[in-house]
């Protein structure tokens, strides 16, 4: 699996009621590759994924968020705009909303013990756009 048919895999599982728009922007570097919306909030994602983790503990996962990407997600939290990032491999995420940088220096260990199932973070992202309770569902 790559990282386009990771991010169809998680559009496929959300609700119809969720607005989902794969962003492609040749011409305004840094953009997230995901908006979402829904009748509480909205949220952009930047989505990172690796087909495999290295085989030892210890090594480092370089998922490759870019510093474009990184200040383009930084800026828009700054004002209050609800970003992530999602690092996966196979059926597992980290979730970060903030101090983005930190996704390129996780361990495997760190990623296994951090790491929730893929199905979570769709359970996430539709509580944030589908159900108003007057915070952020971070």
């Not at 990282?3 to 009621?17: D, G, M, R």
């Not at 909205?42 to 200040?71: H, M, R, W």
């Not at 769709?122 to 915070?135: A, D, F």
Request: glycine letters at 4%; charged letters at 20%; aromatic letters at 12%.
């Amino acid at each position: 699996m790559n990282e386009s048919q990771f991010i169809n895999k998680i559009h496929k599982k959300l609700s119809s009621q969720v607005y989902r728009w794969k962003i492609n922007d040749p011409y305004h570097g840094g953009v997230p590759d995901a908006y979402y919306s829904g009748p509480a909030a909205s949220a952009f994602v930047e989505y990172k994924y690796k087909p495999v983790l290295p085989v030892k503990d210890t090594s480092k996962i370089n998922f490759g968020l870019s510093k474009q990407q990184e200040l383009w997600l930084t800026s828009q939290s700054k004002n209050q705009v609800p970003v992530y990032v999602i690092a996966g491999c196979e059926n597992r995420i980290i979730k970060l909303t903030s101090s983005f940088e930190d996704v390129n220096t996780y361990t495997k260990k760190e990623f296994i013990d951090k790491s929730i199932h893929i199905n979570d973070w769709v359970n996430i992202l539709q509580q944030h756009c589908l159900h108003t309770n007057g915070k952020r569902n971070d």
